[in-house]
């Protein structure tokens, strides 16, 4: 199971997905391509590496599905693959939704205590000067 | 909009030492109102977990050094249930517990910290959960919450607007 439901997708897809992500020059490979298909020539003109080392990143890239090859027979543009892209999005959406989502219903739930404790006249502010009910509610910040 | 970036500012998740995952938010309301709704049922059960389809359906808090604490949680894909023991309760600010998922997805009992602390009239929660091993902790983290996770998550937010721009 994943962690509370924050979804349910392939855990070894997610897995591959990062761990392509995790390198900063497969990161600028997916920028670039997020501007339109590239060859590898093309690809390797912004880094200091080799072509070859960029073809190996671009294997990784393949692997996790992240990118593909087009049909051109001689320049093998590769392409942006955006579906796990969008599935990983999704699942760190998904998890920060889950606590920020709970967070914002503790926001109603606290402004809720507070407004009783007011109307109980038991703020944390010693209620000395005018009537309770007058008071500014609870803003004293 | 504006809701969205306060949020994102005001809610953390950092890696402490390496077999911790920590969580920072601030809410806007004095320490012992925050530590109530985090600790008694009738209040918890109205937002831990709670959003679209989520309802928490088992909610036991047994406060005490010793005592148990259970959540369920059912959703559009069945019921999911944790629980854990309490290890030290100071009250309102803080709280040591085990975490147990009762279909596990990670090895071993995770420890939760939860420290309470009251700025002017504002409460600053960080909630650690402390894994078993690194390697566990990783794991955790593989899926979905490091730092790196964090960039490449800002490198996938310029891929996919760009992706949009060009539909």
């Given amino acids: ?47 200091v590496i080799s072509q070859a080392a960029v073809s190996k990143h671009l294997k990784v890239l393949e692997r996790a599905g992240l990118i593909s090859q087009g049909r051109d027979a001689q320049r093998r543009p590769r392409r942006l693959e ?31 205590l507070k407004a009783i404790e007011r109307k109980r006249g038991r703020t944390a502010e010693p209620k000395k000067r005018g009537t309770r009910k007058r008071q500014k509610r609870g803003d004293h910040r | 909009m504006k809701d969205t970036v306060q949020n994102t500012e005001s809610f953390q998740v950092t890696t402490p030492s390496d077999r911790e995952i920590a969580m920072t938010r601030v809410f806007d309301a004095p320490r012992r109102l925050v530590f109530d709704a985090w600790t008694k049922p009738e209040l918890l059960r109205r937002w831990l977990g709670v959003r679209a389809g989520w ?70 929660v960080t909630t650690t959960v402390r894994y078993v091993s690194q390697q566990v902790r990783d794991a955790v983290l593989a899926s979905g919450m490091s730092r790196g996770v964090a960039e490449s998550y800002d490198v996938l937010a310029e891929v996919l607007s760009s992706i949009a721009r060009e539909a």
């Fill in chain 1, 1 to 47: 199971m994943e962690p509370l439901g924050y979804g349910r997708i392939s855990a070894d897809r997610l897995d591959a997905t990062f761990a392509a992500l995790a390198d900063p020059t497969r990161r600028a490979i997916l920028a670039r391509l997020a501007s339109g298909r590239a060859s590898v020539t093309q690809l390797t003109e912004p880094f």
């Fill in chain 1, 82 to 112: 955006a579906k796990p892209l969008a599935e990983a999005t999704s699942w760190l959406e998904r998890y920060r939704e889950f606590w920020e989502g709970s967070f914002q219903h503790l926001d109603v739930v606290l402004d809720e």
């Fill in chain 2, 55 to 124: 309802t928490m359906v088992v909610c036991e808090v047994d406060l005490k050094v010793g005592g148990a604490y259970r959540y369920v949680w059912r959703g559009p894909a069945g019921d999911m249930g944790m629980g854990g023991v309490f290890r030290e309760v100071v009250r309102p600010e803080r709280i040591v517990s085990t975490e147990v998922f009762d279909d596990p997805w990670y090895a071993g009992e995770a420890v939760d910290t939860l420290v309470m602390v009251e700025t002017g009239g504002k409460t600053t």
